[in-house]
């Protein structure tokens, strides 16, 4: 490293705000707030960006675990970065066990992904099939943002609906992901709740969800509302 470049944590204590640190603490309660700087997310960004191509991301990359939440978020948008499929999934693969928030789970999607579809889908369902809350969070996530387009199929519904776990984070990305296919793909989902084919928490927080995106049609959402 030359003289002049800074360390990501250097550059992150450098922006640093502590009045922001106790707002963020309060979101993410499951972690302590020693771990938490106080970095606005585009700020985050920005110093991704700063050290991507340069020697202290391949020594960041490299250095988990991170003793920060906020290094945990820019290793994830480094990681978002990387253009070659193999080499994404690789680093995925090496971060995953080191998430242990939402936020860190759910602010990065690798770009290379939505051009390997086929090659993806295996792994994610491997990702869903996981004992770790926030890789199988992560996976039913990709599941989400990726097959729920031209590229759905029916089937994927039941990866979701039948994960198990107690965990309120896990259950909730099961309800976003329900609430997210009765905007896009309504019919195949609505089954799910007409046959209360999810928990009693997860079916009611599904349809909350729904009833509150703007994606779902005013005609749905009554009919949702009916299948509290």
Not at 115 to 126: A, F, G, M, T
């Amino acid at each position: 490293m030359g003289a002049s470049e800074k360390t990501v944590y250097e550059l992150l204590e450098a922006q640093r705000d502590e009045a922001y640190r106790e707002f963020q603490s309060k979101l993410v309660p499951n972690i302590s707030a020693d771990t938490i700087l106080g970095v606005r997310t585009p700020a985050m960004r920005a110093i991704a960006k700063q050290v991507h191509g340069t020697a202290e991301e391949e020594r960041f990359l490299a250095a988990l675990p991170h003793a920060f939440y906020e290094e945990n978020l820019v290793h994830f948008f480094l990681i978002a970065m990387i253009r070659d499929f193999d080499r994404c999934v690789e680093a995925v693969e090496r971060f995953l066990p080191y998430i242990d928030c939402w936020p860190v789970c759910d602010q990065s999607s690798p770009k290379v992904f939505a051009k390997n579809h086929e090659r993806l889908l295996p792994l994610i369902r491997r990702w869903i099939a996981s004992s770790h809350v926030y890789t199988a969070r992560f996976g039913m996530r990709m599941l989400m943002n990726e097959f729920l387009g031209e590229d759905f199929r029916p089937e994927f519904l039941s990866w979701v609906a039948e994960k198990q776990g107690e965990d309120y984070y896990l259950r909730m990305m099961v309800a976003w992901y329900f609430a997210t296919a009765l905007a896009k793909q309504y019919d195949a989902s609505v089954v799910y709740l007409e046959e209360h084919r999810l928990e009693p928490w997860t079916h009611k927080k599904a349809i909350q969800k729904a009833i509150e995106s703007f994606r779902v049609s005013e005609e749905h959402k009554a009919y949702l509302r009916t299948l509290r």
